[in-house]
């Protein structure tokens, strides 16, 4: 399913609460009872490794932080946040106070700084988006060990590069080759998520619903490919809703990017399409050969962009799917 329709009215409502301003919505986020940070052990992939399930890599230790919201000893639902190519930022902090007043933990995963990678937005071919795939489960791994997470009740939502591992991981082939045993993720959630990869089987998902935002202008990472991908999903009868921004530029979620600006040196391969092969490559569908990070549909400059109204829309709908799905 598709939205925008409604978006005018949630932008009116949203405008009323523009007084509060983002301090007012962050005091109602309650202190969170403990911080833990976690060593998190993984590897790193290729996207050629991961479609050839391929499953050694190189080793690497990342890090990763738990905030737990609420003293106890009872077990909580979790979110897993996973970055896009800038690392972790403003909007990571953010969504972690939003989620966790709602009761629910969230370990933010550094995919970035144990890899010696500070950021990927010039180049990246640093690492692949589908690696980060591998951390995501890594993660699902340690929390479904974790003395306070109930296994059963995690979910993941990823931003941009980090939107691929968290919409994707819900593929079912993916989980079988690189998942832990026992329960997968109860949801996934990709915000302004690049869909422009189509892979074998990439319909056939675990059954945990799927939920992605995205600006109607994004020059970074362009929604079409989305709306396409959301359609096959639909006719696979998969639970998974699109819902648009018209006005909201990429990472509209991050208050750090204010104004609207441009980054003349960011890479983007939104003019790129690709799918895999029968034998496991990644084309680009345009030349019919393997897909590199030169290929002459890969551009730069994009534009990157805090909105208040679609942030304040995805807040609310994103909070009312984690209640729903996590603490029914």
Known sequence: MRTMGSFGA????AGALLMLGMAACVAKAQPVAR?????????????????????????????????????????????????????????????????????????????????????????????????????????????????????????????????????????????KLYAPAGPGFAAHIGLYTPCNMQFRDDTVTTGAPIRLFHGTPDDYV????????????????????????PGAWHAY????????????????????????SADGKLLNTATGTTFKQDDKCVERGTHVGFDQAAYEATRLAVKDFLVRVLKP
């Open 10 to 13: 949630i932008r009116q409502f």
């Open 35 to 175: 911080i833990e940070l976690h060593p998190l052990p993984s590897v790193t992939l290729k996207t050629s490794d991961i479609l050839a399930g391929n499953l050694d890599g190189l080793p690497v230790t990342l890090g990763g932080e738990l905030r737990i919201p609420t003293a106890g000893t009872d077990r909580l639902p979790a979110v897993i946040l996973i970055h896009g190519s800038g690392g972790i930022g403003a909007n990571s902090d953010l969504w972690a106070k939003e989620i966790n007043s709602l009761g629910i933990a969230v370990f933010i995963i550094d995919s970035f700084t144990g890899r010696g990678i500070l950021n990927t937005v010039n180049d990246q071919t640093q690492l692949d988006h589908l690696a980060m795939m591998t951390d995501a489960y890594r993660a699902l791994a340690l929390l479904a060990k974790h003395p306070r997470i109930d296994p059963v009740r995690i979910a993941v939502m990823g931003f941009s590069k980090g939107a691929v591992a968290a919409v994707y991981s819900g593929n079912l082939r993916f989980r």
């Open 222 to 245: 362009p929604v079409a490919p989305c709306r396409d991908y959301v359609a096959r999903l639909l006719q696979a009868k998969v639970d998974v809703k699109l819902t648009e921004f």
């Open 253 to 276: 979620d991050n208050p750090s990017y204010q104004p609207v600006a441009i980054r003349p040196d960011a890479q983007t391969t939104r003019n790129c399409r690709m799918r895999e």
